[in-house]
Each structure stands twice: as structure tokens, then as C-alpha cells.
């Protein structure tokens, strides 16, 4: 039997942002996740295709086109906690259409809480922490007994959900095949002139794993191991970007300066090849681990931006969730980019445990005093697999487990904040971004630079399209 496996991307991933304050800065881009796993599946002779949903203008309809042409034995979908809802209809609308496709589960939401999402879906596997060994041995496998021996799955079998060992990481990242990038096709994505200066837009993972423990993030699938991929792996990686179509590379590294010898290497090995595409570090840096000659290197090889997370302007909050920096570095930090003549964004949260209606005042004023390029902030979501979630889970805190209104980027309310209500913190949330772009100063130099680089109708319709 000829195995097919179709590989989907959930509709909705764009939509996302529609009610959030940075939705005019959100980019098209394709699933990293889906081409990397493809990348493993073709490895091995095994027939894969893409079908990206968040694209689509009607999602069912072209599930069950792809569905009627392909003709999938296996049908993979990976998959966040925002997005469960609609991995959970997909697969029942794959189940409707052939009973006999085997459906398998992946990503932060699935390894957060593998049986619950087996138990609640149509979905036959789900794989827990790294996928691109297990993917493959899956499809490879003929029957369910051979899936006693794959670790990293839950599985069912008789009604009953099957658990095996957790998988290893993967040590060397440079034996991963490069990503599947032909499976797209890229004339159908397109980037905000916001946050890209070309478009389309490629992502890149050049390392895995954070060794930092913000209680806010999920270290469930990537650990807290740093694994990199080697300086010439890397540089590859941003030639067969280019070479396949796009005009723009963003890295998706949990944090790119980890190794700060390598990360200046990659930067030196881009300008030795004489690579031209704009590139930037939109994922986030930390404050506490950069220099001044980073920001330099990073200028000369192409990047034009990068994101830092801030979170919170209160050093008490900051030391609450185990950030690890200081308000004193991030304004270094922030300078020193700047000097270099990258442009700055900046990254808060609301509503992190400890926060006040002071604290909040003092992220609004040091966001202002920090004077990026752009500011953005949210209001807390704590995810499953979160130690913020765990605590809050167990002190009742949280009010719903209902997954679709866990949108970071336009937050429902998932729990009862200890100090604050809902109205405040949704007022705050507007409050942060009317003080940070309405500022005088800001609107100046804004109309300044826009005149100097011709963006100002641009920045105009942003503008609107933001904040009415």
C-alpha cells in the first residue's frame, strides 16, 4: 500500500489577530512546522503535500477538494491552544469523508495535554514533544502493533488511549533535511510593509530550545536544552530561502543570541557570501544577552529589525515570572540597537501575576521612555503547559477551559486576575498602545522619517486600519 500523507495548516490562524492592536502588522507567512516535517517525510520516499487553510477563503470546501485529488492515507495537523476547535472540525470532516485515513495530532496545545486532545477529537495519534523523527515512523509503520514501539505517541487502540516513552531530542540539528518549501506556493502569501521589506516572507529556525524559564512560556516540546544548527548549515538555510522565492527571512529562534560567538559568526558568514535579502529577528532577543558589536554585525548582514521582550516595566513583575533581566538592560539593550540603526520593537504583557494598576502605569511609561520603533503589547493568556496556567489552574483562577478564547492577541476572559478586572486590564490594553503612538514626539519623528523614506501613505493606512 502506497502511503499519502497531507500535511494541514488550521484556517483561522490569520483571523487570530483581527480584534488585536498589531493586526495591521501580521504577516502571511508559511508554516515553518508543516515544511519541516514535510522535509523528513520526503527524506524517506514518502508522498506529502501542504493544503495551508489560514490562506483560504473557504476552508471546507478546498479541505475536501484536496481531500477528493490527493487522496491522503494519513493526514497530520499541528496545532496551538487557540486553534484546537479547528483541528478538532477538520478531523471530523476528514472522518466523515473516509473513516480509514489515519489522522495524527502534533504541537504546544497536543503536548500540553495529549489525552485530553485524543480524548475530545477524531484524531487516531498524537505526538508529543519533537515530531520530525516520530512523523515518519508512523507512516512508516503497518500496523497498530508496530506503534507499541514509536516513542513519543499517544495512541488509541480498542477504545483505550496507549502511551509510550517520551522521544530523545534531536542532537544535531544539521542532519534535519532543509524545509519542504516547494510544497507551497508562495505567490499566495503576502507580508505587511509594517514588519517586512519583502514579501513574501520565509521563517527559519536556526536553533532550538531556550535555557531561561519565563513562567509564561511552554518549554514542553523544545525543552530548555540549547541545540543549534552550525554557522554554515544556517547561512545555507538563508540561501535556499532566497533561492525558493522569498524576499524576506524572519527568525523564529526561541532566542537567537544564546550562543552570542555563533550568532556574530552567522552574521559574518552572510556578508562573506555576499547574501542581499532583508532579514529580521521578529521572535524576540533578550536584553541581558546582547552587545553592541551583535547590533553592528546584524546591520551589515541584512537585518533591518529586531524584537525584544521586554514584558513588563515593573522590575518586581519581571522577577515574579522568572524573566531574568533588568529595566536597566533593557534600555541599553534598546540603545544600542538603535545607534546601529536597526529599527526597535518592543514587546509587553498585561496582567502578569503581581500586576497593579501602578505596574501597569510604569510598563506604559518605560514602553514610552524606550521610544522603539513600535510598541506592542497584550494581555496575559496563561497557556496549558505553563507554569503561570499550573498555578493559577490549582488556585481556581482559571474561569474556562473552553480553548477557542485563548487568543493572546485579543484576550477573552479565561480567568480572574487576583488584582485586577477585566474592564481594567482591556482598558489598559488600549490605554498602552493610544499613549505610545499619540505621543507628539512619536508623531513627529514618525512623519519625519516617513517623508525621508517615502512611507507616509503607508503608515497612514496602518494607522487607520489599527485604531478604527
Not at 519533537?130 to 515518519?136: L, P, S
Not at 516513552?165 to 510593509?193: C, F, G, M
Not at 514610552?368 to 493559577?392: H, N, V
Request: charged fraction near 30%; proline fraction near 4%.
Amino acid at each position: 500500500m502506497i502511503k499519502k500523507v497531507l500535511l494541514i495548516n488550521p484556517p483561522s490562524a490569520m483571523t487570530l489577530y483581527e480584534k488585536s492592536a498589531i493586526k495591521a502588522a501580521i504577516s502571511e507567512i508559511p508554516y515553518l512546522s508543516s515544511a519541516v516535517l514535510a522535509a523528513a517525510l520526503i527524506e524517506k520516499d514518502i508522498q506529502t503535500q501542504i493544503l495551508d487553510l489560514s490562506i483560504s477563503l473557504n476552508p471546507k470546501k478546498d479541505l475536501l477538494v484536496k481531500l477528493e485529488k490527493f487522496k491522503p492515507t494519513h493526514v497530520g495537523i499541528t496545532f496551538t491552544t487557540p486553534l484546537f476547535f479547528e483541528a478538532k472540525n477538520i478531523a471530523k470532516i476528514i472522518k466523515r469523508f473516509d473513516d480509514e485515513i489515519i489522522l495524527i495530532c502534533g504541537g504546544a496545545h497536543s503536548t500540553a495535554l495529549p489525552r485530553e486532545t485524543l480524548e475530545r477529537t477524531d484524531f487516531n495519534i498524537l505526538c508529543y514533544g519533537e515530531g520530525d523523527k516520530t512523523i515518519v515512523e508512523i507512516i512508516q509503520a503497518s500496523s497498530v502493533k508496530d506503534l507499541k514501539k514509536i516513542k513519543g505517541i499517544f495512541y488509541k487502540e480498542d477504545n483505550k488511549i496507549k502511551i509510550n516513552p517520551p522521544v530523545q531530542l534531536i542532537e544535531n540539528l544539521n542532519t534535519l533535511p532543509l524545509p519542504a518549501w516547494h510544497l507551497y506556493d508562495l505567490k499566495k502569501y503576502r507580508a505587511s510593509k509594517l514588519s517586512a521589506k519583502g514579501s513574501p516572507v520565509g521563517p527559519i529556525e536556526t536553533s532550538r530550545g531556550c535555557v531561561y524559564g519565563c513562567t509564561y512560556c511552554n518549554k514542553k516540546i523544545f525543552g530548555k536544552c540549547f541545540r543549534f544548527k552550525s554557522v554554515k548549515r544556517v547561512v545555507e538555510e538563508f540561501e535556499h530561502l532566497k533561492k525558493s522565492g522569498f524576499n524576506e527571512i524572519h527568525v523564529w529562534d526561541d532566542m537567537f543570541t544564546t550562543h552570542m560567538p555563533r550568532a556574530k559568526e552567522i552574521c559574518d558568514e552572510i556578508v562573506k557570501r555576499n547574501i542581499k535579502i532583508p532579514w529580521a529577528l521578529t521572535c524576540g532577543i533578550r536584553v541581558n544577552n546582547v552587545d553592541q558589536e551583535i547590533f553592528y554585525k546584524l546591520k551589515k548582514a541584512g537585518c533591518h529589525a529586531v524584537y525584544f521582550g521586554v514584558e513588563s516595566g515593573d522590575q518586581k513583575i519581571l522577577d515574579r515570572v522568572k524573566k531574568g533581566i533588568t529595566l536597566i538592560q533593557a534600555k541599553k539593550a534598546v540603545k544600542m540597537a538603535k545607534k546601529a540603526g536597526l529599527e526597535t520593537v518592543t514587546f509587553f504583557m498585561l496582567g502578569l501575576p503581581g500586576e497593579t494598576k501602578e505596574s501597569i502605569k510604569k510598563t506604559i511609561n518605560f514602553a514610552i521612555e524606550l521610544d522603539s520603533d513600535y510598541a506592542k503589547t497584550t494581555i496575559l493568556t496563561p497557556y496549558p503547559g505553563t507554569p503561570i496556567f499550573e498555578e493559577w489552574d490549582k488556585k481556581g483562577h482559571i474561569t474556562t477551559k473552553d480553548w477557542s478564547k485563548y487568543n493572546f492577541h485579543s484576550a477573552s476572559r479565561v480567568y480572574d486576575h487576583p488584582n485586577l478586572s477585566w474592564d481594567e486590564l482591556e482598558k489598559a490594553y488600549k490605554r498602552f498602545h493610544r499613549k505610545f503612538y499619540f505621543r507628539p514626539r512619536y508623531i513627529i519623528n514618525r512623519f519625519t522619517k516617513d517623508i525621508k523614506t517615502g512611507f507616509l501613505f503607508w503608515d497612514i493606512y496602518y494607522t487607520l486600519k489599527t485604531f478604527l
